[in-house]
């Protein structure tokens, strides 16, 4: 009996052994297989993120290779709508120019020779060349508008200090100018022109303002010009539904080589800043877009 307990007791040991030995082998394989399990996630997982990062760097070269084309486009556009300006204002100056100043010559022919024999058509005379007087000055006025001759004649400062009077004078909002002379490229001397023209209308329009400020200067090496206003101001968080200025006025100033900055708030008035390399630090724009 006590032969076949000591043989039962090893038995029962050897079955332990085996069993502890069969978990600890199933046991490394179970871990080797996590290990391995995990090497292929972080490996996917590697191969995820590496995906991600090109797609991410595939839109982000779309994005900049749209908004250098949009940049492009913005600049074509604007040249051509000058060109455009420039043909009117010359076809108005050397047509209709003509044609007005014409008239009047031969009103004041028949004036003279109607000299005490019609005092009826003396004044209708006097009448007609009061009206040809209105329209050469509209016409004068409209020309200047489509193409300011005062930019190549006075420069970029006197220009804007003209229009800003002239606003003045239109809206009753008092206008504090502080315009100093810079250096800029032709085109970017009418863009600034456009862009303070249209800033000074829409203060007119919608801001419900009582002063502007207008500054034009040279800081940190860059030609800086801003227009502030003291009107009702916006939300620049909430979307507008005509932003289509905002956005052309950017990409015009992006197409000379400079940024622009929109600050504004409720009742806080409105602030466009923009700043450009002047004339002697510009370079071309580059689109990448062959």
Known sequence: MDVLRIVNSGNSVLLLAALVGALL?????????????????????????????????????E??????????????LQT??????HRLARNLHDDLGALLTSAKLDAARIKSRLADKAPEALELLAHLVSTLNSGIALGRS?????????LSNLGLAATLEILTREFAENSSI???CSLASVELQASAELMVYRLV???TTNIMKYAHATQVWVNLAVVRGQV????????????????????????????????EGGTLSLVSAPGQGTLISVELPPSSLRSPVKTGVG
């Open 142 to 150: 409209i020309i200047e508008d489509l193409r300011p001759s005062a």
């Open 174 to 176: 008092e206008v504090h």
């Open 25 to 61: 082998i199933i046991s490394l394989v179970a871990l080797l297989m996590c290990l391995r399990q995990r090497s292929t996630l972080q490996e996917l997982q590697k191969q995820l993120q590496h995906s991600v990062q090109a797609e991410r760097d595939r839109l982000e070269t």
């Open 63 to 76: 994005v900049l290779l749209r908004t250098a084309q949009l940049t492009e486009l913005t600049h074509h």
């Open 224 to 255: 800086a010009v801003s227009v502030r206003d003291d009107g009702v101001g916006f939300d620049t968080r909430v979307q507008a539904r005509s932003a289509y200025g905002l956005v052309g006025m950017r990409f015009r100033v992006q197409a």
């Open 80 to 85: 051509a709508r000058e060109d455009e300006r």
């Open 197 to 199: 023209q249209e800033a």
